[in-house]
């Protein structure tokens, strides 16, 4: 495969905004694959999608662009934090344990100036250049929540906050970080950072700020090992960590809750169809059946997870209750790329390890980096007549088992990337477009 198209020549007469995308097999996601497909394009939407033999016959004197390999319905990133893809020196090597890592990452965060916007945007791009369409953005410094726009991706921005107690909170925390909401340039979700990072009334009231603002919520959930212990009891590793760290919450001064973290996150009202979380490392199947019960989304970050010291997540028992998930890459602070195809991957490898064995692996973890991530962002995804025009295009064999060859064979080839019917990535005139 050589990962070239070909423009096929077309009498003047064609619209100059309709262009036919066609290749040896196309994919979907949303339905099933397309042997020697075609798509058209119209206005930065799908127009029709079908067998080229007849999308040609259907739409004649149109241009069409000629692709070696595989068209794939836009990949999801559904959890990252674009702004840190400069502080890459964190993520590249492997931590003893999640506070371990935090402390490593603190060190760089607050010892070190970096240009949050540029760091942002470099990481959109390289996104961009494995096939990402969209992401959740989760930003912490208000100067890189332009980043998706700047590049060119869809997706949604996610205001964090973290640090206040519940006093610290209503004197001015609260007031402070709806201004900059209101500052931002582009809409933006709302992005409690985790349950040891708040206070309890605190973690309330940023739910109840959300939903008064019609914003969807984002959070880390069970990423590390003694999260649960802390919620429960107050106690262990991360509630040393916390304290450490200065902050005052109930959960320590009143020796937990009695409840693990996606319970506790459940009381306050934190989850639903509106809120998405990250990692799910340490989930029970309570904590799965809770979940699936309030439509919420778990972002998956196994790459991430092997970085910071924690074993991955149970994919074999999502996959098998039934639980909807996405992927994401989480930063460059705690993975070696932002190529979602190789969390899919490192997820594929879990399951088999964990004892998956049925046949619709491939299939379900594609649709989970593809309609999984945009559930978790409430936008359409895969392609479909009517829905946008975002997809990309990979180096790789159409194959027997199209979904298998993606995982396999898809990380690092990458040849073009369209989002809303505009090329944003193209291996061969790369100069001439955004990335």
Do not use: K
Request: hydrophobic share 45%.
């Amino acid at each position: 495969m050589t990962g070239r198209a070909a423009r096929i020549a077309r009498p003047a007469r064609w619209e100059a905004d309709v262009v036919i995308h066609s290749a040896p097999l196309v994919l979907p996601v949303s339905a099933p694959p397309v042997h020697d497909g075609a798509l058209v394009v119209r206005r930065g939407r799908i127009v029709a999608l079908g067998p080229r033999a007849g999308i040609l016959a259907s739409w004649p004197e149109r241009e069409e662009t000629r692709w070696d390999g595989v068209i794939v319905a836009g990949l999801v990133n559904a959890h990252t934090h674009l702004q840190y893809t400069h502080m890459a020196e964190v993520g590249q090597r492997t931590h003893a344990s999640f506070e371990e890592w935090s402390t490593a990452f603190d060190e760089v965060y607050f010892g070190t100036p970096i240009d949050w916007a540029a760091s942002a945007l470099d990481g959109a791009r390289q996104a961009l250049r494995s096939g990402t369409t969209s992401a959740a953005d989760v930003v912490t410094d208000l100067p890189a929540a332009g980043a998706l726009r700047a590049a060119g991706l869809g997706g949604l921005p996610y205001l964090e906050t973290l640090g206040d107690n519940d006093a610290s909170w209503a004197g001015s925390g609260r007031e402070r970080f709806a201004a900059m909401l209101d500052a931002a340039e582009v809409p933006m979700g709302i992005s409690p950072h985790a349950p040891y990072t708040l206070d309890t009334g605190t973690l309330r009231d940023v739910t109840a700020l959300a939903r008064s603002r019609g914003a969807r919520l984002h959070i880390h959930l069970a990423e590390g090992e003694h999260e649960r212990e802390y919620t429960v009891s107050g106690t262990g590793p991360l509630a040393l960590m916390v304290r450490e760290l200065g902050f005052d919450f109930a959960v320590l001064r009143e020796g937990g809750t009695g409840l693990g973290p996606t319970a506790f996150l459940d009381e306050l009202g934190v989850l639903g169809p509106r809120c998405h979380v990250a990692h799910g490392v340490h989930l029970d199947a309570d904590d799965r059946a809770l979940l699936r019960a309030r439509g919420t989304v778990v972002a998956l970050c196994p790459r991430s997870n092997r970085t910071v010291g924690t074993r991955g997540p149970d994919v074999a028992a999502l996959l098998t209750e039934g639980n909807p998930i996405a992927v994401g890459t989480d930063s460059l602070s705690s993975s070696p790329s932002l190529d979602l195809l190789e969390d899919v991957a490192a997820l594929r490898d879990l399951a088999v390890r964990q004892g998956y064995r049925a046949a619709d692996l491939d299939r379900r973890l594609v649709e989970a980096a593809t309609l999984g991530g945009a559930r978790a962002l409430g936008v359409a995804g895969g392609l479909a007549p009517g829905g946008p025009a975002d997809f990309a295009v990979f180096d790789v064999s159409p194959g027997a088992r199209p979904y298998r060859t993606l995982i396999e064979e898809g990380p690092g080839r990458c040849v073009a990337t369209v989002v809303a019917g505009e090329m944003m990535w193209d291996q061969r005139t790369a100069a001439a477009v955004r990335c």
